[in-house]
């Protein structure tokens, strides 16, 4: 479980992690822009600093998962797309925001908004800690887990996480 104290290095190691990650770079194409807006966007997509996490130490990976009943700060989100995207996707923005809530459970859930690790860390099983640390908790408590992936080469990640017994 991060601590408040962990804000800036979840953040940090997150803001790495998307940095190539398209949906976050579509709507923030300037890398000057994408460095001081997605700290932002992280905080209120992932509750921060209300969240549940397991920062590996080193910072090399965080995962921010809002549990049941906590929700992004929509707010603060709307706010920063209408204060730092390009006008020509700001409408398109909104749609994919509104679809991915089609598909968001209604029942009581662990949302996981963001999970990341340091791309000069990838591939050393820090994701798949994180996820699987996490999903211990939910299923012994018999509650579900919800993500949404905007890369397509985390599906893979994904399903070899969730199907591997922890």
């Not at 992690?17 to 994408?34: E, H, K, L, V």
């Amino acid at each position: 479980m991060a601590a408040a104290s962990d804000e800036a290095g979840v953040i940090g190691v997150l803001t790495l992690a998307f940095g190539s990650d398209p949906m976050a770079r579509w709507s923030q194409p300037d890398p000057q822009q994408y460095l001081t807006h997605f700290p932002v966007l992280a905080k209120a997509f992932g509750g921060m600093p209300s969240h549940k996490g397991r920062p590996i130490s080193p910072m090399a990976g965080a995962a921010l998962w809002l549990p049941p009943g906590f929700w992004p700060d929509e707010e603060t989100m709307i706010a920063l797309v209408e204060r730092t995207a390009p006008d020509v996707i700001k409408g398109d923005i909104y749609g994919v925001f509104e679809e991915m809530g089609k598909y968001h459970p209604t029942e009581p859930h662990w949302y996981l908004p963001f999970i990341g690790v340091d791309p000069s860390q990838q591939g050393k099983g820090i994701g798949s800690a994180l996820m699987k640390h996490a999903l211990i908790s939910c299923d012994r408590d018999g509650t579900i887990a919800y993500l949404e992936s905007s890369n397509p080469r985390n599906i893979s990640f994904i399903k070899d996480t969730v199907s591997t017994p922890a």
